[in-house]
T-cell receptor, first 115, second 112 residues
């Protein structure tokens, strides 16, 4: 099946710094990518939808200036957590969909810990 | 909001069939039933999907009731590695512009 890769898988940063997480579709062109956040023992929550070449669409309650999303190519989307704080510590997961594809493929996830 | 209801947790003995139920009484005619699972600290893994006919692949079988208001995912010979949270999701096929809405899923624990 299609592969979606995330990097880094784990990152620890100091409070106030910014962290970038990459999501790549390795063997297909992803016109749409999605970013999810998952807190411990909770389900995945959709944060934003990212379409190549256009601005991301954020879910209600997600700060677009804090979670910057860039989808500059059909194989790469990035999520930047700006001025991270301990409450931003979470498991961030991306997924990707090709044109007309029924399945969504997920990355391995990136665990962010903000000290 | 998730349009599905699943039991919070289930146990199954290793080697036995694991049957995971899902209720989706408000499913629309053009919505498919998808199943994903998430092993601890990993991204969700696609298992199977179906519209109204029963489906089988190398991982599992999906049984959908005739009225499509519920379905059952069957893992025929559960192993310890099948311990995971299983999510039942309804979604329009080809809805590439829409992200999946995850409910709380079922935590399946395979007992040795």
């Amino acid at each position: 099946g299609a592969v979606v890769s995330q990097h880094p898988s784990r990152v620890i940063c100091k409070s106030g710094t910014s962290v970038k997480i990459e999501c790549r579709s390795l063997d297909f062109q992803a016109t749409t990518m999605f970013w999810y956040r998952q807190f411990p023992k909770q389900s995945l929550m959709l944060m934003a939808t990212s379409n190549e070449g256009s601005k991301a669409t954020y879910e209600q309650g997600v700060e677009k200036d804090k979670f910057l999303i860039n989808h500059a190519s059909l194989t790469l989307s990035t999520l930047t957590v700006t001025s991270a704080h301990p409450e931003d510590s979470s498991f961030y997961i991306c997924s990707a969909s090709g044109q007309g594809a029924g399945e969504l493929f997920f990355g391995e996830g990136s665990r962010l810990t903000v000290l | 909001d998730a349009k599905t209801t699943q039991p919070t947790s289930m146990d199954c003995a290793e080697g036995r069939a694991a049957n995971l139920p899902c209720n989706h009484s408000t499913i629309s005619g053009n919505e498919y039933v998808y199943w994903y699972r998430q092993i601890h600290s990993q991204g969700p893994q696609y298992i199977i999907h179906g519209l109204k006919n029963n489906e089988t692949n190398e991982m599992a079988s999906l049984i959908i009731t005739e009225d499509r208001k519920s379905s059952t995912l069957i893992l025929p010979h559960a192993t310890l590695r099948d311990t995971a949270v299983y999510y039942c999701i309804v979604r329009v096929w080809g809805g590439g512009a829409d992200g999946l809405t995850f409910g709380k899923g079922t935590h399946l624990i395979i007992q040795p």
